[in-house]
Nanobody, 115 residues
Framework: QVQLAESGGGLVQAGGSLRLSCAAP????????MSWYRQAPGKERDRVAR???????TYADSVKGRFTISRDNAKKTVFLQMNSLKPEDTGVYYC?????????WGQGTQVTVSS
């Protein structure tokens, strides 16, 4: 079992920045593939960024060049640095961990970008 705890969401104006964190204490964190998903009101949950256990990153086209995913294995934490935020980035951001065939989710953190 992997427990995830997100933090760092909030209200920001368009063009601003936020940094999300997702901690996974007590886990074999370095072996996990970690992702951030976003769910806007009335829409499906979509992946915005992923980082593998060896540090390979992928991004959704809508966030490329603005968002950066990173991980600190010593702190058992994954981060999502979000710059140049847009109103369409608004939603609940969820942290996901994958180990083998098991998938784990955090409770989510709200990000609201005002125009």
């Amino acid at each position: 079992q992997v427990q995830l705890a997100e933090s760092g969401g909030g209200l920001v104006q368009a063009g601003g920045s936020l940094r999300l964190s997702c901690a996974a204490p007590g886990s074999s964190f370095s072996t996990l593939t970690m992702s951030w998903y976003r769910q806007a009101p009335g829409k499906e949950r979509d992946r915005v960024a992923r980082i593998t256990s060896i540090g390979t990153t992928t991004y959704a086209d809508s966030v490329k060049g603005r968002f950066t995913i990173s991980r600190d294995n010593a702190k058992k934490t994954v981060f999502l640095q979000m710059n140049s935020l847009k109103p369409e980035d608004t939603g609940v951001y969820y942290c996901q961990a994958i180990r083998s065939v098991a998938t784990y989710w955090g409770q989510g953190t709200q990000v609201t970008v005002s125009s």
